[in-house]
């Protein structure tokens, strides 16, 4: 069976503070998408991680791909309250170009 | 660039009764996915078009969803009769071909009583 699995679920942590997501799969893939969804909005690209060793980076937040480990990290460097949304990762199975979304991890960053 | 349009944005029907969503993709994108995203979840795709031909539909409930896009455009994802369990967010995607980035409406919020 094909799986997403994020951990935290839930993650609660003051300003300026350091943390990581973390994106497990199962199945290989060399393709895998970051999101975030505000609530009540809809779903925004964050970034697109096309091969093993892949690192992205926009302002706060990075992005990394491990394909062998089949792991995927977003790490948030001195969290600011504006970067509160759940975040998800979405695994591209390469058979059929469709994606595999993990369950999510509601961020919320206090002041 | 426009984005995805999605319309209505709510909709409350009691169970049994017929509701329809429509989806406008993003200019010259040609491919575009429903899914429904049940609060707490990550989104699960109901089907998704190559232009006007569906790719993959395994995970629509044929007996009460469908779905279609005639002229390779916008789409439409019907539910007859409605079940309680279909409450969710509706979310139509498109992308310029099958492996770029979706690019997401504002979903239609469906509550069925």
């Known amino acids: 069976e094909l799986k997403v699995e994020q951990n935290p679920l839930f993650l609660s942590m003051q300003e300026g503070k350091n943390y990581t997501i973390y994106c497990n799969y199962s199945t290989t893939s060399d393709r895998l998408y970051w999101y975030r969804q505000d609530p009540g909005k809809s779903l925004e690209s964050l970034f697109v991680?096309?091969?093993n060793g892949a690192v992205k980076q926009e302002g706060r937040l990075m992005a990394s791909l491990d394909t062998k480990a089949r792991l995927s990290t977003l790490h948030i460097t001195a969290a600011v309250h504006d970067l509160s949304a759940t975040y998800f990762c979405a695994v591209d199975i390469r058979s059929n170009y469709q994606l595999i979304w993990g369950a999510g991890t509601k961020l919320i960053i206090k002041p | 660039e426009a984005g995805v349009a999605q319309s209505p944005r709510y909709k409350i029907i009691e169970k049994r009764q017929s509701v329809a969503f429509w989806c406008n993709p993003i200019?010259?994108?040609?491919?575009l996915y429903w899914y429904q995203q049940i609060l707490g979840q990550g989104p699960k795709l109901l089907i998704q078009f190559q232009n006007n031909g569906v790719v993959d539909d395994s995970q629509l409930p044929k007996d009460r969803f469908s779905a279609e896009r005639l002229k390779g455009v916008d789409s439409t994802l019907k539910i007859q009769p409605a079940k309680l369990e279909d409450s969710a967010v509706y979310l139509c995607?498109?992308?310029?071909?099958?492996?770029?980035?979706?690019?997401f409406g504002p979903g239609t919020r469906l509550l069925v009583l």
């Open positions: 200019s010259g994108h040609a491919t």
């Open positions: 995607a498109s992308s310029l071909w099958t492996e770029e980035t979706q690019y």
């Open positions: 991680l096309l091969s």
